[in-house]
DNA sequence: CAGTGAGCGAGCTTCCGCTTGACTT
């Protein structure tokens, strides 16, 4: 038994402090949290001064029941939790379930987890910081009370009543998403005329050379351009002036979480989730330091290390020492920024986690290392005929410094023009001639839709949610159907040229995509509901300032000059207000927009929500005559959707005709478009339309799903009702709508399988039911 | 697997932050 016992959150750290501890040292992790409000009830006695109701989680008993034993025959215990809020509070609640005395037990913390660091924290414990842990009781009563007031608010005065939910976090931001939806919306497209011109000649060798130089500035109208056009037509064009000014680069900070979640999502496109799993992967196997992360320091020894890879690799004047500091306020900085734990170690053997650590490794070394060194050339080019003048600009790089390994991209990369390219070199005065110059009609463009990532950006920025919270923020807003992420078709759009060549001008109209977008986040029209909802009844939580606002308060309780129950209890008497206020006056949100008259009943027409989504609805309920429905298409909305594609939507289901003496049917129901057929049902293809798809496309398809269900059956008994069956697992057997595993030393000759061994297999099953993950729920309705 | 759409109301849901598991039907 060791003497001390130390511990610490997270289990792979553990492992690694210990090493460096020694053997009088057991190094021992309490897994996060280790203690939360009862959930019935609120778990808050609000009438007592807002006294919190703690109780061990379920999953969380076994590591405690651990740690009681080791802390009872240990001769003493460190507390080396993070050092930001949270870190203290899991401190505070390991005090209280060990019986330890929070006045006497001994608190250490480090940033790093570094030999030097851990040594240096051992030699200097404190005590436990009450005010601190106060600051995080405040923090998440406050969060508790506005997700479980908030949210029943919801079930009751919402039409659609399924597991709806409220919160400080994920409410402003399904928010957030709403407002750029409506913006894009509501949003009308500007043209603009852009002039180029094309020009060859000579440069100051004598070489052939060509470039392209602008206009000046944008042209409101076709007209405009034109009259421009117009004036140089027989005109001379002079190099009047070329100014060449120095220019530098410098690398981006390394790695934050969130800096991470947007790297990783525009170089490698991986999700927010994605790349948490990978990077948990990479901090397990001991190659990068912890993930969870806002800060952008580096360690002393990681920054010499880094300084040692640059010098080795690339040379001495590649290297630059630099410390970065955190822009955000609300960075409470308990580990080091994200990096690899050994620079010596280029890539990783794991090609699931090897683009994720390299652009790690990129980051990180490019951090330390020297500015790129550019020249930037402008031409000025004067036109004779008119006072109106041209310029050409190119970018040389002078040296590549950081840019030999990395470049961060940014959210509209593929918008921005093309990269600069160098200028070829020219001379005052010289005359240039000109091959042609067109105007190209530009359309100006809303504020792009949020992708996961730039979404955690926004909420960085606002300060609102934690690293350990962006991924499953933004999970919880898709589960809710708040949010969706998926595709945009683009739209053709025509865009005019008007051309200059040999003195002529020509007119022409092309024609391009636009408006395409990729794995972007789209509010549901539920989400844009709630939203509005809670905008109108609970605008104080709903502000984006709010999280920053209570964010000085917590940090006033943590320095001692606040006291955490008169906040809360401050915020709490007008909130509750709000809340009786709501469940006494608001009606009931039904999301209707009336669309106008159907032509041919007379009969009004509305968009709403319905128990299971959006849609149109014909005559009322009242009415001698049932109402139609139509449910609302994946990509439609309630707040956009016209009359003609509302009418649109009452075209299915469509019988498409017989295929083998009988009728195929064609419509959409809880999963997609669908066929059906001889009492069968085959999902449609993506691409086929089952508004516009012919019985010559749909028939294929039965007959194909009907030979893959076939070779997917091994066996069939009959009277029995059990199935033998291909699954992407390997065979399995099925009865009813049950599926029963084979047992592994039958699994090669499933198909020799009979009647009763099938049997006996299910009744094994059912004996011995496979381990589910523990289902904390008392009783559940079958 | 492939329907529904009102209102009634039993019985249910819900927050944010800290950490990893145990698993395929």
């Given at each position: 038994?060791?003497?001390?016992?130390?511990?610490?959150?997270?289990?792979?750290?553990?492992?690694?402090?210990?090493?460096?501890?020694?053997?009088?040292?057991?190094?021992?992790?309490?897994?996060?949290?280790?203690?939360?409000?009862?959930?019935?009830?609120?778990?808050?006695?609000?009438?007592?001064?807002?006294?919190?109701?703690?109780?061990?989680?379920?999953?969380?008993?076994?590591?405690?029941?651990?740690?009681?034993?080791?802390?009872?025959?240990?001769?003493?215990?460190?507390?080396?939790?993070?050092?930001?809020?949270?870190?203290?509070?899991?401190?505070?609640?390991?005090?209280?379930?060990?019986?330890?005395?929070?006045?006497?037990?001994?608190?250490?913390?480090?940033?790093?987890?570094?030999?030097?660091?851990?040594?240096?924290?051992?030699?200097?414990?404190?005590?436990?910081?009450?005010?601190?842990?106060?600051?995080?009781?405040?923090?998440?009563?406050?969060?508790?009370?506005?997700?479980?007031?908030?949210?029943?608010?919801?079930?009751?005065?919402?039409?659609?009543?399924?597991?709806?939910?409220?919160?400080?976090?994920?409410?402003?931001?399904?928010?957030?998403?709403?407002?750029?939806?409506?913006?894009?919306?509501?949003?009308?497209?500007?043209?603009?005329?852009k002039v180029e011109a094309y020009f060859t000649g000579k440069d100051i060798n004598g070489k052939s050379i060509s470039f392209k130089a602008d206009g000046p500035?944008?042209?409101?109208?076709?007209?405009?351009?034109?009259?421009?056009?117009?004036?140089c037509?027989?005109?001379a064009y002079t190099v009047k002036d070329i100014q060449v000014?120095?220019?530098?680069?410098?690398?981006?900070?390394?790695?934050?979480?969130?800096?991470?979640?947007?790297?990783?999502?525009?170089?490698?496109?991986?999700?927010?989730?994605?790349?948490?799993?990978?990077?948990?992967?990479?901090?397990?196997?001991?190659?990068?330091?912890?993930?969870?992360?806002?800060?952008?320091?580096?360690?002393?020894?990681?920054?010499?290390?880094?300084?040692?890879?640059?010098?080795?690799?690339?040379?001495?004047?590649?290297?630059?020492?630099?410390?970065?500091?955190?822009?955000?306020?609300?960075?409470?900085?308990?580990?080091?920024?994200?990096?690899?734990?050994?620079?010596?170690?280029?890539?990783?053997?794991?090609?699931?986690?090897?683009?994720?650590?390299?652009?790690?490794?990129?980051?990180?070394?490019?951090?330390?290392?020297?500015?790129?060194?550019?020249e930037k050339t402008i031409a000025k080019i004067d036109i004779?005929?008119?006072?109106?003048e041209l310029s050409a600009s190119g970018e040389v790089?002078?040296?590549?410094?950081?840019?030999?390994?990395?470049?961060?991209?940014?959210?509209?990369?593929?918008?921005?023009e093309e990269q600069e390219g160098s200028l070829p070199p020219l001379a005052v005065k010289q005359s240039l001639d000109l091959k042609e110059m067109k105007?190209t009609?530009?359309?100006?463009?809303?504020?792009?839709?949020?992708?996961?990532?730039?979404?955690?950006?926004?909420?960085?920025?606002?300060?609102?949610?934690?690293?350990?919270?962006?991924?499953?923020?933004?999970?919880?807003?898709?589960?809710?159907?708040?949010?969706?992420?998926?595709?945009?078709?683009?739209?053709?759009?025509?865009?005019?040229?008007?051309?200059l060549k040999?003195?002529?001008?020509?007119?022409?109209?092309?024609?391009?995509?636009?408006?395409?977008?990729?794995?972007?986040?789209?509010?549901?029209?539920?989400?844009?509901?709630?939203?509005?909802?809670?905008?109108?009844?609970?605008?104080?939580?709903?502000?984006?300032?709010?999280?920053?606002?209570?964010?000085?308060?917590?940090?006033?309780?943590?320095?001692?000059?606040?006291?955490?129950?008169?906040?809360?209890?401050?915020?709490?008497?007008?909130?509750?207000?709000?809340?009786?206020?709501?469940?006494?006056?608001?009606?009931?949100?039904?999301?209707?927009?009336?669309?106008?008259?159907?032509?041919?009943?007379?009969?009004?027409?509305?968009?709403?929500?319905?128990?299971?989504?959006?849609?149109?609805?014909?005559?009322?309920?009242?009415?001698?005559?049932?109402?139609?429905?139509?449910?609302?298409?994946?990509?439609?909305?309630?707040?956009?959707?016209?009359?003609?594609?509302?009418?649109?939507?009452?075209?299915?289901?469509?019988?498409?005709?017989?295929?083998?003496?009988?009728?195929?049917?064609?419509?959409?129901?809880?999963?997609?478009?669908?066929?059906?057929?001889?009492?069968?049902?085959?999902?449609?293809?993506?691409?086929?339309?089952?508004?516009?798809?012919?019985?010559?496309?749909?028939?294929?398809?039965?007959?194909?799903?009907?030979?893959?269900?076939?070779?997917?059956?091994?066996?069939?008994?009959?009277?029995?009702?059990?199935?033998?069956?291909?699954?992407?697992?390997?065979?399995?057997?099925?009865?009813?709508?049950?599926?029963?595993?084979?047992?592994?030393?039958?699994?090669?000759?499933?198909?020799?399988?009979?009647?009763?061994?099938?049997?006996?297999?299910?009744?094994?099953?059912?004996?011995?039911?496979?381990?589910?993950?523990?289902?904390?729920?008392?009783?559940?309705?079958?």
């Open positions: 038994m060791a003497k001390n016992l130390v511990i610490v959150e997270s289990p792979a750290k553990a492992k690694t402090i210990e090493k460096i501890l020694g053997k009088d040292f057991e190094v021992k992790s309490c897994f996060g949290h280790i203690r939360d409000l009862e959930k019935d009830d609120m778990g808050i006695d609000i009438a007592n001064n807002f006294k919190p109701k703690y109780v061990i989680p379920e999953d969380k008993e076994k590591v405690v029941k651990e740690l009681k034993k080791l802390a009872k025959d240990t001769d003493e215990v460190w507390l080396a939790t993070d050092e930001d809020r949270e870190g203290e509070a899991i401190s505070w609640h390991l005090c209280e379930v060990l019986n330890l005395d929070p006045k006497t037990t001994k608190r250490i913390v480090f940033h790093e987890i570094t030999k030097p660091a851990i040594e240096n924290a051992v030699q200097h414990p404190r005590k436990l910081d009450m005010d601190r842990v106060n600051a995080q009781q405040a923090r998440r009563i406050l969060d508790r009370i506005v997700g479980f007031e908030i949210s029943p608010v919801l079930w009751r005065k919402m039409s659609m009543r399924n597991s709806l939910s409220a919160g400080r976090v994920q409410s402003v931001a399904v928010r957030l998403i709403v407002e750029r939806e409506r913006e894009i919306n509501n949003f009308s497209s500007v043209s603009t005329f500035g944008k042209f409101k109208t076709a007209e405009d351009a034109e009259k421009f056009l117009e004036q037509v027989g005109a000014k120095p220019g530098k680069k410098s690398p981006a900070a390394p790695f934050t979480t969130s800096t991470l979640q947007q790297e990783a999502s525009r170089k490698l496109g991986y999700s927010v989730s994605k790349t948490m799993l990978l990077a948990q992967k990479l901090y397990e196997s001991g190659n990068i330091t912890y993930m969870r992360t806002d800060s952008v320091n580096l360690s002393d020894t990681a920054v010499s290390e880094i300084e040692k890879a640059i010098k080795t690799s690339f040379g001495d004047k590649y290297h630059q020492h630099r410390k970065f500091k955190n822009k955000n306020e609300s960075a409470q900085e308990a580990h080091e920024a994200i990096r690899p734990t050994y620079m010596e170690n280029t890539t990783v053997d794991d090609s699931d986690t090897r683009k994720l650590y390299e652009l790690i490794w990129k980051r990180t070394i490019a951090s330390q290392m020297a500015d790129a060194e550019l004779s005929t008119n006072h109106e790089l002078k040296f590549d410094g950081f840019l030999k390994v990395y470049m961060e991209s940014h959210d509209d990369e593929d918008e921005t105007a009609e530009r359309f100006s463009r809303p504020a792009p839709r949020y992708t996961e990532a730039s979404l955690v950006k926004k909420l960085e920025e606002l300060g609102i949610g934690r690293p350990s919270t962006y991924a499953p923020t933004i999970t919880t807003i898709q589960k809710r159907n708040y949010v969706e992420k998926r595709d945009k078709e683009g739209v053709k759009r025509d865009f005019r040229i008007l051309t040999a003195d002529k001008i020509t007119k022409l109209t092309d024609a391009e995509n636009t408006g395409a977008e990729k794995s972007k986040l789209f509010p549901t029209d539920l989400g844009m509901i709630v939203t509005d909802f809670l905008n109108q009844y609970f605008n104080n939580v709903m502000d984006y300032g709010f999280t920053a606002k209570i964010e000085e308060e917590f940090d006033e309780i943590a320095s001692g000059k606040k006291v955490w129950n008169t906040m809360i209890s401050e915020f709490y008497s007008p909130f509750h207000k709000d809340v009786e206020n709501t469940l006494e006056n608001a009606e009931r949100v039904k999301g209707e927009r009336p669309l106008g008259v159907d032509a041919a009943s007379g009969k009004p027409i509305v968009a709403r929500m319905g128990r299971y989504g959006p849609m149109i609805q014909i005559g009322s309920v009242e009415d001698e005559e049932k109402p139609r429905f139509a449910k609302l298409k994946a990509t439609q909305s309630i707040e956009t959707i016209t009359m003609d594609e509302a009418m649109e939507l009452f075209k299915l289901p469509r019988n498409l005709g017989q295929f083998e003496d009988t009728d195929v049917i064609v419509n959409i129901g809880r999963f997609g478009p669908y066929a059906q057929h001889d009492k069968k049902f085959y999902s449609l293809k993506k691409e086929m339309d089952p508004y516009t798809v012919e019985l010559d496309e749909v028939a294929p398809l039965i007959a194909e799903k009907r030979t893959a269900k076939d070779e997917r059956t091994i066996k069939i008994f009959e009277k029995e009702k059990i199935q033998i069956l291909k699954g992407p697992y390997g065979p399995y057997i099925k009865q009813g709508l049950k599926n029963y595993k084979i047992p592994k030393e039958k699994i090669d000759n499933a198909a020799d399988l009979t009647v009763e061994e099938a049997k006996a297999i299910i009744e094994d099953v059912k004996a011995n039911p496979p381990k589910k993950k523990a289902p904390p729920r008392k009783k559940k309705a079958e």
